[in-house]
T-cell receptor, first 114, second 113 residues
């Protein structure tokens, strides 16, 4: 297993609420990416943080936001939840080294929006 | 942006046979191509990857081939075992930033004993 952890493991929210998901990166990793995986689909890139700065964003609205802390742990915040936000949210950490980067996934947080 | 297509969506083989999964990508700037295995309810696990300066890479029963000209890459599993049953995802990353991967929709592999 990787050293990437996520909390909580499961979460149930209602439409319109806000949620914060947390990720602890593997030791020594300075980059974290967040993905949304809907049932039966591949993970979709939400955004990446490198040394506490956003370093790229996928096709997700601004109500998806994030933070990376000095210890390289990270949060994903989703405001105004919609039913379609129900999915498995995965974080993945990696160490940025030109041409050699490999990412490792956490176990995910399964979010259900009712 | 990058677009990755993966085929087939389901694949059933007998134990001991080989399995091949194919992916195509659209952006010629993609340089990193990982493959992940995801068992039910678990995280995606990297099983093999290849970078654009290499045409083929092998790790025991698993191999990946890359054709940059045609923009396609394939996963080959030989001597399949029931524990190989899972969903397999290919991905492509522009540059070598593994953390900005575009994934295919997955292939559900079933290995029958």
């Amino acid at each position: 297993e990787t050293g990437v952890t996520q909390s909580p493991t499961h979460l149930i929210k209602t439409r319109g609420q806000q949620v914060t998901l947390r990720c602890s990166s593997q030791s020594g990793h300075n980059t974290v990416s967040w993905y949304q995986q809907a049932l039966g689909q591949g993970p979709q890139f939400i955004f990446q943080y490198y040394r506490e700065e956003e370093n790229g964003r996928g096709n997700f609205p601004p109500r998806f936001s994030g933070l990376q802390f000095p210890n390289y742990s990270s949060e994903l915040n989703v405001n105004a939840l919609e039913l379609d936000d129900s999915a498995l949210y995965l974080c993945a950490s990696s160490f940025r080294l030109a041409g050699q980067e490999t990412q490792y996934f956490g176990p995910g947080t399964r979010l259900l929006v009712l | 942006g990058e677009n990755v297509e993966q085929h087939p969506s389901t694949l059933s083989v007998q134990e001991g046979d080989s399995a091949v999964i194919k992916c195509t990508y659209s952006d010629s700037a993609s340089n990193y191509f990982p493959w992940y295995k995801q068992e039910l309810g678990k995280r995606p696990q990297l099983i093999i990857d290849i970078r654009s300066n290499v045409g083929e890479k092998k790790d025991q029963r698993i191999a990946v081939t890359l054709n940059k000209t045609a923009k396609h890459f394939s996963l080959h599993i030989t001597e399949t075992q029931p524990e190989d049953s899972a969903v397999y995802f290919c991905a492509a990353s522009i540059g070598s930033n593994a953390g900005k991967s575009t994934f295919g929709d997955g292939t559900t592999l079933t290995v029958k004993p």
